[in-house]
């Protein structure tokens, strides 16, 4: 079995997975599909702090890459995508004590739709950020965007089961 490690090597991993984050979210600006990749790397990160620090060191990380996100991040769309959606490994963890595979699914779905189009009203109506609706790309675009976006979610919900599985593995070895 793993040791544990300690608070020093806690905030030691906290920190620079927090730096490494950041990192990555500044990337969102550089490649047109970084807007959705380097938000969901960054989440990623999360699930090593959640295992060896707990939920209240993992909440405490995911708002500070939030916040220096917010504020490094030269893509507002990006740290938008981050501040309502990278917390998803922490609650993911409840969401998977729904016995009903169904239920469980459905929380899935209500989650990531509730959070990304908040994500969306914010940057439309606080951050104004009008640029996301000059976009004329149709109702059957939009619906097909809504349906890939989903899809993706469940992937990424996919990886994070193989990436955890595979973390505890390796850590206890």
Known sequence: MGKKLGKAGQMALGGTLAALAVCIMTFGALIPAATFCCPAIASVMLVAVLRECGTS??????????????????????????????????????????SSKVLRTVCKLAYFNVSAGAAYLVLLYVVGLESLLEENVGVWLTIATLGLSNVTFFLLDTVLARLTKLYETKRNK
């Open 57 to 98: 060191v993992a909440w405490a990380w995911y708002l500070a890459v939030a916040v220096l996100s917010c504020l490094l991040s030269p893509d507002p769309e990006a740290a938008a995508v981050f501040v309502f959606l990278g917390y998803y490994p922490i609650i993911r963890r409840k969401l998977h004590c729904i």
